[in-house]
């Protein structure tokens, strides 16, 4: 079998999804090339917890050593992407040979870069997987404060050539289509596009009553739970929601943040500060505990802060589904999951900017749409099963490098 080199900043044993996306991409086409990764220590996760999550013994890791930082500041972390990105340039480039596959995902963002020096020295083929679309996502996140500034111009034109340059580019949903066929379209050669979404976990997460997730006595048991869960971050706009929560009158609903990120603290302060009393906290959570907390929730917020259309297509949408769980979204129009939400009837979509209507869906939330709720909530599952399962992702990968 021939070789297939995948690059990576996070891999097997990190539990976060970029780890657990191409650590199973990995294993699955270790049955076609031999799989050599080459990436960071673990920096999230330093020891897997789940017994569904395992590497194949026949793929081969080499795991750079070094500095690994604080995960939580934007400094150290670009330094860490930046360190990682040359440490693993110089180990492909003394082993990779002419000719052979290279896979690589937009995360460190400065890896492309050097991917593509090693495309021109090695005559590689270069199959870049966009998870983040750079540096058009430092904008919304508030990281580059405007697209005039001479550093985002640089970085734009810059990352737009590297970005034409390679020979495959897989999205993960129809709005990063568009927003990458926008940075290569000065290329007079441009690569093959092909999209295939994230997967759900549907083996292992699956709908359960309340009664299985909820100890007596929880205050959550016997309310509609709006849930989110994951990475409580800059990108997601959440801060934003919790000024809309605040104004909710509604005693049905109470709203469920779980997990950790650069938010948080701030979060935890504003419900402090202004008195909220219909908002709950949870800690972070392994991959195995995924199914008990995903099943705590009625619906499942899935957000993106205004300006991330194309920029990313958040994973744990597929985990929610699997969990029969109707979706809230909360980001642009006609995104991957909006459009998602719309035409399988799995949930209900927002703009960011539609304040007041959001408002009025919480506050209107009744037995007409608990009963709705039940059709979107089987409507989910079944798209799970059907289009989003691991194996019918896995596959595309397998047919597509």
Known sequence: MNNLWIA????????TSTSFILTNIANKLSGKYNVKVVCGEPVYDKNTK??????????FVHRIKGFAGNKNSLFSRSFRFIFLSISIFFYLFK?????EKVFIVTNPAPLILLMLILKKLKNVEL???????????????????SENSILYKTLRNVFDKAYSQADRLIVLGRDMKIKVEDKIKKSRVKPVIKIIENWGDTENIRPLSKDQVF????????KIVFQYAGNIGRV?????????IEKVTNNKLAFYFVGEGAVKQ???DYVETKNIKNVYFGDSYSREEQVTVLNKADIAFVSLAEGMFGLGVPSKTYNILSAGKPVLYLGERNSEIDLLVREKNIGYSFQQHQKD???????SFDDHSVFDLSIKKENARNAAEQEFSEEIILNKFYQAI
């Open 266 to 268: 701030k979060m935890i």
């Open 95 to 99: 082993n990779v040979k002419k000719g």
């Open 236 to 244: 997601q706009g959440l801060i934003e929601l919790l000024e809309i």
């Open 127 to 145: 199959i870049v997987l966009v998870h983040d679309v750079f540096p058009e996502n430092t904008i919304p996140a508030g990281i580059i404060k």
């Open 215 to 222: 100890e007596a006595g929880s205050p959550l048991k016997d």
């Open 50 to 59: 789940s017994e569904s999550f395992f590497l194949e013994e026949n793929v």
């Open 8 to 15: 990576t900043e996070l891999f097997y044993p990190e539990e």
């Open 357 to 363: 209507e959001l408002l009025h869906f919480f506050n």
